[in-house]
T-cell receptor, first 112, second 112 residues
């Protein structure tokens, strides 16, 4: 079974804080993704990585950065958290010929 | 026009009936198609994938793909209250590489 884990289920941070969200997968997948999900806006891709140290911007990269130093680990960084980054953050790992993606449990982030 | 479109619902279905969900996509180069189930407050869970025209059955779920008409559907037979969730359609195109494009989701309510 594919397992994707995320470092926190719930997180509360203050405006201006640096926030790290970490994602780990155990399926040796090449591809990893960070999404955010907001009511009425659906799933939006922030960044993805197709290899160690490789990254590409998704649809809404502003205010975020990522790091992939090891194949199994993909981190999302909010350099200076703002209230409009309050959201559900979902990590996914993908692979195989059909690029199937599997999601972690999500991190609900509240920025005050 | 959105790349992947779903009726947002809610689709209200009596317990034991068949729930029929539709998804249309705009890119004729789309190759892989996925259905995810998402319970409120949880992350998406992969329930079906389909790559070839026709039907694919897995338990009470049947996915149907018609590439000529550019739609993919999901049937849930003998619907149960536990099937109440939002169902996301996702599509992979060769042009998108490793990425999936998600529809907005259809909310299904199964009433006892």
């Amino acid at each position: 079974d594919v397992k994707v884990t995320q470092s926190s289920r719930y997180l509360v941070k203050r405006t201006g804080e640096k926030v790290f969200l970490e994602c780990v997968q155990d399926m040796d997948h090449e591809n990893m993704f960070w999404y955010r999900q907001d009511p009425g806006l659906g799933l939006r891709l922030i960044y993805f990585s197709y290899d160690v140290k490789m990254k590409e911007k998704g649809d809404i990269p502003e205010g975020y950065s990522v790091s992939r130093e090891k194949k199994e680990r993909f981190s999302l960084i909010l350099e200076s958290a703002s209230t409009n980054q309050t959201s559900m953050y979902l990590c996914a790992s993908g692979g195989g010929a059909q690029e199937t993606q599997y999601f972690g449990p999500g991190t609900r982030l509240l920025v005050l | 026009q959105k790349e992947v479109e779903q009726n947002s619902g809610p689709l209200s279905v009596p317990e034991g009936a068949i729930a029929s969900l539709n998804c249309t996509y705009s890119d004729r180069g789309s190759q892989s198609f996925f259905w995810y189930r998402q319970y409120s407050g949880k992350s998406p869970e992969l329930i079906m994938s389909i790559y070839s025209n026709g039907d694919k059955e897995d338990g009470r779920f049947t996915a149907q793909l018609n590439k000529a008409s550019q739609y993919v559907s999901l049937l849930i037979r003998d619907s149960q209250p536990s099937d109440s969730a939002t169902y996301l359609c996702a599509v992979n195109t060769k042009a998108a590489g490793n990425k999936l494009t998600f529809g907005g989701g259809t909310r299904v309510l199964v009433k006892p």
